[in-house]
């Protein structure tokens, strides 16, 4: 059982039983860097939440051979799609996909301060109100996003939404930990995603000529 109060359910003929979850309790600490393999360089770590089918992580990959992709998403068949993928391709030493709520996940990665980047594609697409409470970018999670990036790391966050990034932006320019890093000073607003890798959703969302509105922030030194 978790904190959010649920169990992960099993099923006879699941085909995701292989999905990876993170080690240990629900509440235990764990050490991030022990999610990827050892390298003799240093390396970047990111986090993706909520990945969906993945694409975002293999560009990113191979857009900088220093980032260490950890992946939280929900939902197990994704989770498990991408990270057998990511294993398949040579990259599991780089980047994992756990099949994990990023609100209970977040919490127990240790220590802060030592992520470049988390990214959050698309979320919360529901626009009904009784969703609201659905939503990913709350105060659990922000806070530890808060907590786990370095000083200067980045927050980007990018949705076809309006409503959504006018309420994203709302909540994210009330944090004090964070300033905004967008195009001009003062604003978190980015025309274009400057990290050379595109979610699946970015990638539809740019083929039907749909707006994207992409926020910024870094950690405050
Ligand atoms: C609209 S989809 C966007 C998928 C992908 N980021 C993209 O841009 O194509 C939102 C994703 O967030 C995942 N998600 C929602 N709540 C989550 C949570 N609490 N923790 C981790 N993933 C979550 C969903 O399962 C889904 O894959």
Redesign the pocket.
């Known amino acids: 059982m978790t904190e959010l109060g649920y169990q992960r359910k099993v099923h006879r003929d699941d085909p995701y039983t292989d999905a990876a979850h993170l080690d240990g309790r629900w509440d235990e600490p764990i050490a991030i860097e022990s999610l990827f393999a050892p390298a003799e360089s240093p390396f970047a770590i990111e986090i993706e939440?909520?990945?969906?089918?993945g694409l975002?992580a293999f560009e990113r990959l191979a857009f900088d051979p220093e980032v260490r992709l950890l992946g939280?998403?929900?939902?197990k068949k994704?989770a498990t799609i991408v990270d057998r993928k990511l294993r398949a391709t040579g990259l599991g030493g780089r980047s994992r996909c756990y099949a994990?709520?990023?609100?209970v996940a977040l919490p127990r990665l240790q220590p802060g301060g030592r992520v470049r980047a988390v990214f959050l594609?698309?979320?919360?697409?529901w626009w009904k109100k009784r969703h609201e409470k659905?939503l990913?970018l709350g105060d659990v999670v922000q806070s530890n996003i808060e907590r786990l990036l370095m000083p200067g790391g980045e927050l980007f966050v990018q949705t076809d939404v309006e409503h959504r990034a006018a309420q994203y932006r709302a909540f994210l320019d009330e944090r004090a930990a964070l300033e905004p890093k967008g195009d001009a000073p003062g604003d978190p607003l980015l025309a274009e995603n400057p990290y050379g890798a595109r979610?699946?959703?970015?990638k539809r969302a740019i083929a039907d000529g749909l707006p994207i509105y992409r926020l910024r922030y870094a950690k405050r030194a």
């Not at 939280?72 to 939902?75: D, N, S």
């Not at 979610?199 to 970015?202: A, F, Q």
């Open positions: 939440i909520g990945g969906g089918r975002f939280l998403e929900i939902r994704w994990e709520d990023a609100r594609h698309f979320p919360d697409p659905r990913v979610s699946p959703r970015e």
